[in-house]
Protein backbone atom coordinates (compact mmCIF):
# COMPACT_ATOMS: atom_id res chain seq x y z
CA UNK A 1 0.00 0.00 0.00
CA UNK A 2 2.71 2.30 0.54
CA UNK A 3 5.08 0.84 -1.99
CA UNK A 4 4.82 4.64 -3.75
CA UNK A 5 5.52 6.85 -0.57
CA UNK A 6 9.09 4.54 0.50
CA UNK A 7 11.72 6.33 -1.62
CA UNK A 8 10.58 9.54 0.03
CA UNK A 9 10.66 8.33 3.39
CA UNK A 10 13.97 6.27 2.82
CA UNK A 11 15.60 9.93 1.56
CA UNK A 12 13.93 12.33 4.29
CA UNK A 13 15.96 8.98 6.68
CA UNK A 14 18.88 10.26 5.30
CA UNK A 15 18.96 6.48 3.61
CA UNK A 16 20.82 4.85 0.48
CA UNK A 17 19.42 1.71 -0.47
CA UNK A 18 19.54 -0.72 -3.08
CA UNK A 19 16.61 -3.18 -2.28
CA UNK A 20 13.20 -2.99 -0.92
CA UNK A 21 11.26 -6.17 -0.10
CA UNK A 22 7.97 -7.19 0.17
CA UNK A 23 5.81 -5.81 2.97
CA UNK A 24 5.18 -7.83 6.17
CA UNK A 25 1.60 -6.81 7.41
CA UNK A 26 0.38 -6.48 11.10
CA UNK A 27 -2.39 -5.46 12.73
CA UNK A 28 -1.27 -2.11 13.47
CA UNK A 29 1.14 -1.65 11.25
CA UNK A 30 2.64 -2.18 7.73
CA UNK A 31 6.55 -3.06 7.56
CA UNK A 32 8.67 -3.09 4.84
CA UNK A 33 11.82 -4.52 4.85
CA UNK A 34 15.26 -2.34 3.04
CA UNK A 35 18.45 -3.29 2.13
CA UNK A 36 20.68 -0.37 2.34
CA UNK A 37 23.99 0.20 0.20
CA UNK A 38 26.45 -0.23 2.58
CA UNK A 39 24.85 -3.95 2.94
CA UNK A 40 22.59 -3.10 6.82
CA UNK A 41 19.20 -4.14 7.08
CA UNK A 42 16.79 -1.60 8.07
CA UNK A 43 13.08 -1.75 8.79
CA UNK A 44 10.50 0.87 7.63
CA UNK A 45 7.43 1.24 9.42
CA UNK A 46 3.55 2.63 8.74
CA UNK A 47 1.17 2.72 11.89
CA UNK A 48 -2.36 2.49 10.74
CA UNK A 49 -4.58 5.36 11.65
CA UNK A 50 -5.90 5.56 15.10
CA UNK A 51 -6.67 7.75 18.43
CA UNK A 52 -3.50 7.86 20.49
CA UNK A 53 -0.94 5.94 17.61
CA UNK A 54 1.84 8.64 18.16
CA UNK A 55 2.12 8.01 22.36
CA UNK A 56 1.39 4.09 21.80
CA UNK A 57 4.01 3.94 19.48
CA UNK A 58 6.36 6.42 21.58
CA UNK A 59 5.33 3.60 24.75
CA UNK A 60 6.00 0.76 22.56
CA UNK A 61 9.66 1.82 21.58
CA UNK A 62 10.44 2.99 24.84
CA UNK A 63 9.76 -0.33 26.00
CA UNK A 64 11.58 -2.08 23.25
CA UNK A 65 14.56 -0.72 23.86
CA UNK A 66 14.66 -0.91 27.42
CA UNK A 67 14.65 -4.40 26.70
CA UNK A 68 17.20 -4.36 23.87
CA UNK A 69 19.57 -2.74 26.49
CA UNK A 70 19.27 -5.59 28.87
CA UNK A 71 20.17 -7.86 26.08
CA UNK A 72 16.91 -9.17 24.59
CA UNK A 73 16.36 -9.75 21.56
CA UNK A 74 13.69 -6.27 20.68
CA UNK A 75 14.06 -3.74 18.21
CA UNK A 76 15.47 -0.34 18.41
CA UNK A 77 14.93 2.63 16.34
CA UNK A 78 17.90 3.48 13.41
CA UNK A 79 16.30 7.34 13.47
CA UNK A 80 14.79 8.97 16.40
CA UNK A 81 12.50 10.95 14.07
CA UNK A 82 9.01 9.92 13.67
CA UNK A 83 7.99 10.87 9.96
CA UNK A 84 4.32 11.70 8.96
CA UNK A 85 2.20 10.83 5.40
CA UNK A 86 -0.50 13.32 5.07
CA UNK A 87 -3.57 13.85 2.99
CA UNK A 88 -6.78 15.57 2.80
CA UNK A 89 -8.56 13.62 6.06
CA UNK A 90 -5.78 11.62 8.00
CA UNK A 91 -2.36 11.35 8.85
CA UNK A 92 -0.08 8.28 9.00
CA UNK A 93 2.95 8.21 10.91
CA UNK A 94 6.43 6.27 9.92
CA UNK A 95 9.01 4.79 12.31
CA UNK A 96 12.53 3.63 10.94
CA UNK A 97 13.97 0.64 12.92
CA UNK A 98 17.00 -1.99 12.81
CA UNK A 99 16.29 -4.84 11.23
CA UNK A 100 15.33 -8.22 13.58
CA UNK A 101 16.78 -11.40 11.95
CA UNK A 102 14.73 -14.84 11.63
CA UNK A 103 11.00 -15.39 10.99
CA UNK A 104 7.37 -16.22 12.78
CA UNK A 105 6.63 -20.39 12.88
CA UNK A 106 3.22 -22.06 12.49
CA UNK A 107 2.00 -23.57 15.78
CA UNK A 108 2.37 -26.86 14.53
CA UNK A 109 6.54 -25.92 14.32
CA UNK A 110 6.30 -25.33 18.53
CA UNK A 111 8.21 -28.07 19.66
CA UNK A 112 8.12 -28.91 23.60
CA UNK A 113 11.74 -27.20 23.48
CA UNK A 114 10.00 -24.28 22.05
CA UNK A 115 7.20 -23.62 24.27
CA UNK A 116 9.53 -23.79 26.98
CA UNK A 117 11.78 -21.52 25.40
CA UNK A 118 9.01 -18.91 25.16
CA UNK A 119 8.13 -19.51 28.65
CA UNK A 120 11.45 -18.96 29.69
CA UNK A 121 11.76 -15.47 27.77
CA UNK A 122 8.75 -13.99 28.81
CA UNK A 123 10.26 -14.81 32.34
CA UNK A 124 13.37 -13.33 31.40
CA UNK A 125 11.09 -10.24 30.38
CA UNK A 126 9.28 -9.64 32.87
CA UNK A 127 12.08 -9.73 35.47
CA UNK A 128 13.71 -7.18 32.85
CA UNK A 129 10.94 -5.13 32.96
CA UNK A 130 10.25 -5.04 36.39
CA UNK A 131 12.54 -1.81 36.92
CA UNK A 132 10.94 0.03 34.13
CA UNK A 133 9.23 3.37 35.47
CA UNK A 134 5.56 3.21 33.91
CA UNK A 135 3.56 6.28 35.02
CA UNK A 136 2.54 7.45 31.50
CA UNK A 137 1.23 3.97 30.81
CA UNK A 138 -2.03 2.75 30.79
CA UNK A 139 -4.02 -0.03 32.86
CA UNK A 140 -4.25 -3.58 31.26
CA UNK A 141 -6.83 -3.45 34.25
CA UNK A 142 -8.91 -0.51 32.81
CA UNK A 143 -9.01 -1.97 29.35
CA UNK A 144 -10.29 -5.47 29.96
CA UNK A 145 -13.06 -4.17 32.69
CA UNK A 146 -14.25 -1.80 29.74
CA UNK A 147 -13.75 -4.77 27.30
CA UNK A 148 -16.24 -6.70 29.77
CA UNK A 149 -18.17 -4.18 29.81
CA UNK A 150 -18.79 -4.35 26.45
CA UNK A 151 -19.00 -7.83 25.91
CA UNK A 152 -21.50 -8.17 28.67
CA UNK A 153 -23.88 -5.53 26.56
CA UNK A 154 -23.61 -7.30 23.83
CA UNK A 155 -24.81 -10.68 25.30
CA UNK A 156 -27.53 -8.96 26.84
CA UNK A 157 -28.95 -7.68 24.02
CA UNK A 158 -32.21 -10.26 23.34
CA UNK A 159 -31.50 -10.20 19.64
CA UNK A 160 -27.89 -11.46 20.55
CA UNK A 161 -28.96 -14.28 22.88
CA UNK A 162 -31.91 -15.10 20.24
CA UNK A 163 -29.29 -15.08 17.24
CA UNK A 164 -26.86 -17.52 19.08
CA UNK A 165 -29.63 -19.64 20.65
CA UNK A 166 -30.92 -20.21 17.11
CA UNK A 167 -27.82 -20.48 14.93
CA UNK A 168 -25.39 -21.63 17.41
CA UNK A 169 -27.32 -23.49 20.09
CA UNK A 170 -25.54 -21.65 22.72
CA UNK A 171 -26.17 -18.98 25.79
CA UNK A 172 -23.48 -17.02 27.67
CA UNK A 173 -22.98 -17.59 31.60
CA UNK A 174 -22.93 -13.92 32.00
CA UNK A 175 -22.19 -14.55 35.64
CA UNK A 176 -19.03 -15.97 34.59
CA UNK A 177 -18.23 -12.68 33.02
CA UNK A 178 -19.41 -10.67 36.22
CA UNK A 179 -16.44 -12.38 38.14
CA UNK A 180 -13.79 -11.65 35.56
CA UNK A 181 -14.51 -8.04 36.22
CA UNK A 182 -14.38 -8.92 39.94
CA UNK A 183 -11.48 -10.93 39.33
CA UNK A 184 -9.64 -7.71 37.35
CA UNK A 185 -10.71 -5.33 40.20
CA UNK A 186 -9.07 -7.65 42.95
CA UNK A 187 -5.41 -7.81 40.84
CA UNK A 188 -5.54 -4.48 40.06
CA UNK A 189 -5.04 -4.25 43.91
CA UNK A 190 -2.34 -6.44 44.13
CA UNK A 191 1.53 -5.44 44.30
CA UNK A 192 4.18 -6.15 42.05
CA UNK A 193 2.77 -4.23 38.90
CA UNK A 194 4.61 -3.62 35.97
CA UNK A 195 4.92 -3.02 32.11
CA UNK A 196 3.83 -5.78 30.00
CA UNK A 197 3.61 -7.19 26.79
CA UNK A 198 0.71 -8.07 26.39
CA UNK A 199 0.73 -9.63 22.94
CA UNK A 200 3.14 -12.23 23.21
CA UNK A 201 2.02 -14.40 20.10
CA UNK A 202 3.20 -16.37 17.72
CA UNK A 203 3.24 -13.38 15.12
CA UNK A 204 5.01 -11.35 17.28
CA UNK A 205 8.17 -13.76 18.31
CA UNK A 206 11.05 -14.23 15.92
CA UNK A 207 13.15 -17.68 15.51
CA UNK A 208 16.08 -18.70 14.27
CA UNK A 209 16.41 -22.10 14.11
CA UNK A 210 15.62 -22.85 17.70
CA UNK A 211 16.52 -19.76 19.01
CA UNK A 212 14.14 -16.53 19.61
CA UNK A 213 15.69 -14.27 17.63
CA UNK A 214 12.94 -10.73 17.89
CA UNK A 215 10.05 -10.06 20.11
CA UNK A 216 8.08 -7.34 17.98
CA UNK A 217 4.99 -5.14 18.39
CA UNK A 218 4.63 -3.85 21.72
CA UNK A 219 1.93 -1.33 21.02
CA UNK A 220 -0.12 -3.21 23.24
CA UNK A 221 2.17 -2.63 26.23
CA UNK A 222 0.13 -1.50 29.74
CA UNK A 223 1.00 -2.23 33.42
CA UNK A 224 -0.25 -4.79 35.57
CA UNK A 225 0.82 -8.21 37.38
CA UNK A 226 2.87 -10.18 34.96
CA UNK A 227 -0.27 -13.00 35.52
CA UNK A 228 -2.51 -10.97 32.75
CA UNK A 229 0.58 -11.52 30.61
CA UNK A 230 1.20 -15.06 31.58
CA UNK A 231 -2.74 -16.10 30.61
CA UNK A 232 -2.97 -13.81 27.65
CA UNK A 233 -0.60 -16.30 26.26
CA UNK A 234 -1.58 -19.63 28.08
CA UNK A 235 -4.84 -18.84 25.88
CA UNK A 236 -3.72 -18.55 22.34
CA UNK A 237 -1.07 -21.57 23.27
CA UNK A 238 -3.99 -23.74 24.39
CA UNK A 239 -6.25 -23.25 20.95
CA UNK A 240 -3.63 -23.20 18.58
CA UNK A 241 -0.84 -25.87 19.82
CA UNK A 242 -3.52 -28.65 18.61
CA UNK A 243 -1.33 -31.46 18.63
CA UNK A 244 -0.20 -31.14 22.37
CA UNK A 245 -2.89 -31.78 25.38
CA UNK A 246 -3.77 -28.81 27.73
CA UNK A 247 -1.38 -30.45 30.12
CA UNK A 248 1.56 -30.60 28.12
CA UNK A 249 1.15 -27.63 26.68
CA UNK A 250 0.61 -26.02 30.77
CA UNK A 251 3.73 -27.82 31.95
CA UNK A 252 6.33 -26.80 29.10
CA UNK A 253 5.16 -23.00 29.29
CA UNK A 254 4.73 -22.18 32.83
CA UNK A 255 6.70 -24.97 34.79
CA UNK A 256 9.55 -25.71 32.35
CA UNK A 257 9.78 -23.10 30.82
CA UNK A 258 8.31 -19.59 32.58
CA UNK A 259 9.25 -21.39 36.45
CA UNK A 260 12.27 -23.30 36.23
CA UNK A 261 14.66 -21.38 33.16
CA UNK A 262 13.59 -18.37 33.26
CA UNK A 263 14.58 -15.24 36.25
CA UNK A 264 11.37 -14.49 36.98
CA UNK A 265 9.29 -17.16 39.20
CA UNK A 266 5.47 -15.90 40.07
CA UNK A 267 3.41 -17.48 37.71
CA UNK A 268 0.39 -16.30 40.20
CA UNK A 269 -2.04 -18.21 42.17
CA UNK A 270 -3.59 -21.51 39.73
CA UNK A 271 -7.36 -20.25 40.48
CA UNK A 272 -7.05 -16.97 38.97
CA UNK A 273 -4.83 -17.47 36.23
CA UNK A 274 -7.35 -20.06 35.03
CA UNK A 275 -9.74 -17.35 35.32
CA UNK A 276 -8.11 -15.34 33.69
CA UNK A 277 -7.65 -17.74 30.59
CA UNK A 278 -11.01 -18.51 30.21
CA UNK A 279 -11.85 -14.80 30.16
CA UNK A 280 -9.20 -14.34 27.55
CA UNK A 281 -10.79 -17.07 25.57
CA UNK A 282 -14.29 -15.26 26.09
CA UNK A 283 -12.95 -12.05 24.55
CA UNK A 284 -12.00 -13.96 21.59
CA UNK A 285 -15.02 -16.34 21.47
CA UNK A 286 -16.93 -12.74 21.26
CA UNK A 287 -14.12 -11.30 18.42
CA UNK A 288 -15.23 -13.92 16.71
CA UNK A 289 -19.03 -13.26 16.67
CA UNK A 290 -18.74 -9.70 15.91
CA UNK A 291 -16.23 -9.73 12.72
CA UNK A 292 -17.87 -13.17 11.13
CA UNK A 293 -21.52 -14.41 10.00
CA UNK A 294 -22.81 -16.68 12.47
CA UNK A 295 -22.96 -19.71 9.92
CA UNK A 296 -19.81 -19.92 8.85
CA UNK A 297 -18.39 -19.85 12.40
CA UNK A 298 -18.29 -23.82 12.62
CA UNK A 299 -15.82 -24.22 9.49
CA UNK A 300 -12.92 -22.68 11.49
CA UNK A 301 -11.11 -24.51 13.65
CA UNK A 302 -9.99 -21.93 15.71
CA UNK A 303 -13.62 -20.32 16.78
CA UNK A 304 -14.50 -24.44 17.70
CA UNK A 305 -11.72 -24.85 19.81
CA UNK A 306 -11.84 -22.10 21.83
CA UNK A 307 -15.63 -22.69 22.16
CA UNK A 308 -15.15 -26.22 23.14
CA UNK A 309 -13.08 -24.84 26.04
CA UNK A 310 -15.89 -22.49 27.30
CA UNK A 311 -18.22 -25.41 27.23
CA UNK A 312 -16.07 -27.41 29.52
CA UNK A 313 -15.72 -24.29 32.12
CA UNK A 314 -18.91 -23.49 31.78
CA UNK A 315 -18.80 -19.84 30.41
CA UNK A 316 -20.87 -21.14 27.00
CA UNK A 317 -24.31 -23.31 27.61
CA UNK A 318 -25.63 -25.05 25.47
CA UNK A 319 -29.39 -24.57 24.49
Known sequence: MYEFALPKVLKQYGVDYCQIFPSQKGYRNEIWPVLTSDGRMLNVTFYKREPGIVERIHRADAVSEYLAKQGMPARVRADQRILSLKNENSTTYINLYE?????????????????????????????????????????????????????TRYFSKNEVENAIAEKLKIKINLKCLAAYAELLKKNQETSNQQVLHMDFVRGNILFEGDEISGILDFEKTSVGYPIMDIARTLAFLLVDCKYKTNQKVEKYFLYSGYQKRGQNKDIGNDNDRNQLVQMFLAYDFYKFLIHNPYESLHLNEHYVRTRDMLVKCGVILYR
Open 99 to 151: YLPGNTIPWEAYTMKRIKLLGSTMSNMHANLSAMPYCNFPSVYDEYLQIIDRM
